[in-house]
């Protein structure tokens, strides 16, 4: 179209410069120019039209090839989430069936539908209850061995954890890798107060923190000391920690069912 407009153009444009060389400027040829510029003035409108159209048309269709380019990174920015979820999810079931079948706990997978928090007291809420054998004072973790909390209610088609750094829970633990016992109480908002640490242990930042599994030898992480003091007149000192997770981004659990009596 580009082209047989240019055509055009060139041959309107060859008969003017012809007509002015060979008709002069007498008053006849002036007349007789005049005459043909009025005969040629449409064909001039028509070529610049055409070439106004194809310009438009051609502008629409790259708007249209730009919509449709940015339509399929859409589509494959939608891919690569959905394929990086998928990989998450995997790695997550392979770290929990790994996890079950080395300790060989009873494990059972649950989704979390939502996450709460009243009165400075944190909860999650899995889609899962007693019709599945679970019961309050099972463990929640993740497939990485971090202890989440305690079940607190299991009903049909529901339970209700409590967070592991609640106010008022207590744990008997270990510091690792000093391999040290020690009580790790709950302060709430992730922390945790940790005593009757002998005063001559080398406690430090970083050490990690982690609980046993009752009945068993598997033990758990729970948190990493953040800070430590030695306490004045006494054998012991203290120290805080801070749980490894964080509990409201979990989208499941794994529960360790205990055993019926």
């Known amino acids: 179209m580009h082209r047989n407009t240019l055509l055009l153009r060139f041959f309107a444009a060859a008969i003017l410069i012809g007509m002015f060389i060979f008709l002069g400027w007498t008053s006849i040829g002036g007349s007789v120019r005049g005459g043909i510029i009025y005969i040629l003035s449409p064909l001039l409108r028509l070529s610049q039209e055409i070439g106004i159209s194809a310009g438009f048309s051609s502008y629409r269709i790259s708007e249209d090839m730009a919509k449709e380019l940015a339509g399929e990174n859409q589509e494959?920015?939608?891919?690569?989430?959905?394929?990086?979820?998928?990989r998450k999810e995997n790695e997550d079931l392979r770290s929990a069936l790994g996890f079950k079948k080395e300790s060989g706990l009873n494990l059972f997978p649950a989704d979390v539908v939502s996450f709460a928090n009243e009165l400075g007291r944190e909860f999650l809420i899995i889609a899962a209850g007693g019709e599945f054998g679970i019961r309050e004072g099972d463990m929640a973790v993740?497939?990485?061995?971090?202890?989440?909390?305690?079940?607190?209610e299991a009903d049909q088609g529901f339970s209700k954890i409590e967070i592991a750094s609640n106010p008022l829970i207590s744990y008997e633990v270990r510091l690792v890798p000093l391999g040290i016992p020690a009580i790790a109480k709950g302060m709430g908002g992730r922390t945790f107060s940790l005593e009757l640490i002998p005063q001559d242990a080398a406690v430090k930042k970083g050490d990690l923190v982690a609980v046993s599994v009752p009945g068993?030898?598997?033990?758990?992480?729970?948190?990493?000391?953040?800070?430590?003091?030695?306490?004045?007149?006494?054998?012991?000192?203290?120290?805080?920690?801070?749980?490894?997770?964080?509990?409201?981004?979990?989208?499941?659990?794994?529960?360790i069912r205990s055993k019926k009596p």
């Open 142 to 152: 993740t497939a990485d061995r971090v202890l989440v909390g305690m079940v607190r």
């Open 76 to 86: 494959l920015s939608s891919l690569r989430v959905e394929v990086e979820f998928l």
């Open 216 to 255: 068993t030898d598997e033990q758990l992480l729970l948190a990493e000391i953040a800070s430590e003091k030695i306490l004045s007149g006494s054998i012991f000192q203290e120290a805080r920690a801070v749980m490894l997770l964080r509990p409201e981004f979990l989208e499941s659990v794994l529960i």
